[in-house]
């Protein structure tokens, strides 16, 4: 038995069979290959398996995920059938005397590279794909294990050394236990999203220790992977496992029941969701509704820009399944680590500094109106609000307000339902927001305050960046007062302050926001029960 001491960045424990995966791009050196006709060969056979599994991927996208999402794969499919495409690589392999694996390389740089020049837009976006296909034809040539959704069994505990945001969602959660990682901090969008789907996670460990094991434990508690447990360890770990589910069914009994303090104080708890599929944890947990729907995870893990009908039909699911509740909808917040190729956006020094949601929103404009259109249109459907992210001057929402007005007059133009007094808040996530929060909170309807940014703008500290943890603190004093400030402006100025980042779960500081009169707290789902309960003994 191995034990490890890593981070835990998501509650609970698993005890599973290990899955190693690789993520990321894959680097390939320029090695001479005296025979080529052996590495055309070994491309040959590379690419029979790039396109079963392409084939079985477009057949099962087709069955749960509908004829748009199958289509891409059969466009990978073509990619790497391509005789323009096969006959760089062929003759590279030939005049060059280079491996099987750089040519495939440079090949899908090369194709991406020129797509990326063209002046039409639609063949611009289409590199992403040639990159994409090419790495899956480049990852079996190199023998990584590489996944899909039906490359991990059941009850599989995930290690590699880092997600990303797509990987995360790209896994069958169903069949996710836990995740370990080497790199990955509380506050990536990873380890948020595991928290929401409520997968155990521990960051800092190396997933090469895992070795040939057929058992491991995660324990998202304190940290700790075992690695091929002793038997007695186990023993506690299902006792640990059995003590933790009759926690919950305790918490069951605050089902139905207000987040309300002994003196009166009501707040609302709202839950953090990425999508339709993370609906079945917010009843579960009984939410009062959903106060950041993080709009963005829908642009991820796909090849293209949704469609506003696609949008739509989200957006509608999600009001209608909540039945007359609120639900806020954060326009785009793409950038920094969550990052979708279609998008091009160049190579940044600083991407949390850069390029990124609403900056991005107010730049390619007909990307915003688009996702504008569909949440005004599901409004009609629900009780929604929109949200804007990363907000810095009056100036920026004073845009969007003239940007939200004309999606309005086209859409009473063109005759279609929408709702008109839709409510439009803004987070306060960055200090500046914070700062000018009394000349903000005339302009919107209400604000969200995102702690996970706000701390990392305040404090300098990179919320992915583990060596600096210890600087990241969301409890440190500035931090907590530029809260109390947004909240006063908010109340002054007669609109609601929530709370929606990962702060609003933490039991240490629900008495503090609730006496700086925080209106409603927004977490992932799995916490709101607890926090109820903290709140109902205050
Ligand atoms: C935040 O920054 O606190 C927030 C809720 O947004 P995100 O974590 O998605 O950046
Ligand atoms: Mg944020």
């Given amino acids: 038995m191995i034990k490890l001491k890593g981070r835990a960045v998501s509650e609970g424990i698993a005890i599973g069979r290990p899955v190693f995966i690789e993520t990321g791009d894959i680097k390939v050196k320029r090695e001479k290959a005296e025979d080529s006709l052996v590495e055309w060969r070994r491309v040959n056979e590379a690419l029979g398996k790039a396109v079963s599994e392409l084939d079985a991927l477009s057949s099962e996208a087709k069955d749960s995920l509908g004829e748009a999402e199958a289509g891409v794969f059969s466009a990978h499919r073509a990619i790497l059938e391509d005789s323009t495409f096969l006959d760089f690589i062929k003759d590279m392999i030939e005049t060059e005397k280079v491996s099987g694996e750089y040519a495939v390389a440079r090949a899908g740089e090369n194709f991406s590279e020129t797509f990326l020049a063209m002046e039409d837009e639609y063949i611009r976006e289409r590199a992403a794909d040639v990159k994409d296909a090419a790495g899956r034809l480049l990852s079996i040539l190199t023998e990584r294990k590489t996944w899909g959704s039906r490359h991990i069994p059941e009850g599989s505990v995930v290690f590699a050394h880092e997600l990303t945001p797509t990987d995360t969602l790209q896994m069958n959660r169903k069949n996710v236990a836990a995740f370990v990682t080497s790199l990955g901090s509380t506050n990536s969008h990873a380890a948020i999203l595991a928290r929401s789907m409520g997968i155990p996670a521990v960051t800092g460990i190396d997933p090469e220790a895992v070795g040939k094991t057929s058992t491991v434990i995660a324990d998202g508690y304190e940290g700790l992977v075992y690695i091929d447990p002793e038997e007695d360890v186990i023993e506690e770990y299902r006792k640990r496992q059995k003590e933790l589910l009759r926690e919950k069914e305790e918490l069951e009994s605050l089902k139905?029941?207000?987040?309300?303090?002994?003196s009166g104080k009501r707040v609302l708890l709202y839950a953090n969701i990425g999508g339709p599929s993370d609906l079945e944890a917010v009843?579960?947990?009984?939410?009062?509704?959903?106060?950041l729907l993080r709009s963005e995870f829908l642009y991820l893990s796909r090849e293209d820009y949704p469609s506003e009908e696609e949008l739509f039909q989200v957006y509608r699911t999600v009001l209608e399944s909540m039945a007359g509740k609120k639900v806020i909808i954060r326009t785009l917040d793409i950038g920094s680590d969550k990052k979708a190729d279609y998008f091009n956006i160049a190579e940044e020094e600083n991407p949390a500094l850069g390029f990124r949601a609403i900056r991005i929103?107010?730049?390619?404009?007909?990307?915003?109106?688009?996702?504008?259109?569909a949440i005004m249109r599901a409004g009609a459907y629900g009780n929604a609000a929109v949200m804007y992210p990363m907000i810095t001057s009056l100036r920026e929402v004073r845009e969007i307000k003239r940007i939200a007005e004309e999606v309005k007059s086209e859409l009473e133009a063109e005759g279609i339902e929408f709702?008109?007094?839709i409510e439009q808040g803004i987070m306060i996530e960055t200090p500046a927001a914070a700062i000018i929060s009394d000349l903000l909170a005339g302009e919107v309807d209400f604000f969200s305050i995102g702690t996970n940014d706000l701390t990392q703008y305040t404090l300098a500290a990179d919320r992915q960046n583990t060596d600096i943890s210890e600087f990241y603190d969301p409890c440190n004093e500035a931090v907590l007062r530029l809260i109390d400030m947004a909240i006063k402006n908010a109340h002054t100025a007669g609109i609601k302050a929530g709370i929606c980042g990962e702060l609003a779960a933490d039991p240490r500081l629900t008495e503090t926001f609730v006496n700086m009169g925080a209106d409603e707290l927004s977490m992932s789902p799995r916490y709101i029960l607890p926090i109820r309960r903290i709140i109902r003994s205050m």
């Fill in 283 to 291: 009843k579960a947990n009984d939410a009062e509704g959903i106060g």
């Fill in 256 to 262: 139905g029941k207000p987040a309300v303090t002994g």
């Fill in 361 to 373: 929103c107010l730049k390619r404009p007909e990307i915003f109106k688009i996702q504008l259109r």
């Fill in 419 to 421: 709702k008109r007094d």
